[in-house]
């Protein structure tokens, strides 16, 4: 699939991408987050960009592991359940 350029708006500065059509919408989303966030720090009183957008990073990376980790405890939860089900089922079938 062709990719569609596009520009988005981080930190007062445009950037040229080309995304997937089907990820325009998530692309541009993100950006607005990343702005929505910045504003949220420049209100903080926090004036250095860099800094705000290294805060920002951080955020994002702590929140994807809490994801992540929370996702491994529910696949777990899934596989024990799965596991109990197997043994109360398979000695009734299987007799």
């Given at each position: 699939?062709?990719?569609?350029?596009?520009?988005?708006?981080?930190?007062?500065?445009?950037?040229?991408l080309?995304v997937?059509?089907?990820?325009?919408?998530?692309?541009?989303e993100?950006?607005?987050?990343?702005?929505?966030?910045?504003?949220?720090?420049?209100?903080?009183?926090?004036?250095?960009?860099?800094?705000?957008?290294?805060?920002?990073?951080?955020?994002c990376?702590?929140?994807?592991?809490?994801?992540?980790?929370?996702?491994?405890?529910?696949?777990?939860?899934?596989?024990?359940?799965?596991?109990q089900?197997?043994?109360v089922?398979?000695?009734?079938?299987?007799?």
């Open positions: 699939m062709e990719e569609l350029p596009i520009r988005v708006k981080i930190a007062d500065r445009f950037y040229k080309a997937e059509p089907e990820s325009e919408a998530i692309v541009r993100a950006a607005k987050l990343i702005q929505d966030e910045l504003k949220k720090y420049r209100d903080k009183g926090l004036t250095d960009t860099q800094e705000a957008l290294a805060m920002i990073a951080f955020d990376l702590v929140t994807k592991l809490r994801g992540e980790r929370q996702m491994q405890r529910l696949q777990q939860m899934v596989f024990d359940k799965i596991t089900l197997d043994q089922v398979t000695p009734v079938i299987t007799t």
